[in-house]
């Protein structure tokens, strides 16, 4: 099981990145593949997740109406296109698999639950920042 993630890049704040995270090793359609991120000095933040079974997609308040996640199963691949980026935005952005079919979900408190110990894998990250 393998996620690769690509597509960070340094971007003034009010741009737009879209994020790649290829999978192998594993059906997409039978798994939840969540996002996180995580800045220096800052705690690890699960932000959105999407189960490609069925569509479901669930975002934090942090990036809800400005980010959004999808996918494509015949290619492997789940995209993040992120919109009017803060500087707040800039961290480092994994993508991770789940052990289960579907998210945890709707988000509860504006959070996404995206427990570490689920993950079946995760990605290395890809740095994005934003300079205001």
């Avoid at 990145?17 to 800052?42: E, H, I, K, M």
């Avoid at 894998?121 to 205001?132: I, L, N």
Wanted: proline content about 4%; some cysteine.
């Amino acid at each position: 099981v393998q996620l690769v993630e690509s597509g960070g890049s340094v971007v003034q704040a009010g741009g737009s990145l879209r994020l790649s995270c290829a999978t192998s090793g594993f059906n997409l359609a039978d798994y939840a593949v969540g996002w996180f991120r995580q800045a220096p000095g800052n705690e690890r933040e699960g932000f959105s997740c999407i189960s490609a079974r069925d569509g479901q997609t669930v975002y934090a308040d942090s990036v809800k109406g400005r980010f959004t996640v999808s996918s494509d199963t015949a290619q492997n691949v789940v995209y993040l296109q992120m919109n009017n980026l803060k500087s707040e935005d800039t961290a480092i952005y994994h993508c991770a698999v789940e052990r289960r079919p579907r998210c945890f979900g709707p988000a509860y408190n504006g959070r996404v639950y995206l427990p570490m110990d689920l993950f079946m894998s995760s990605g290395p990250g890809t740095q994005v920042t934003v300079s205001s």
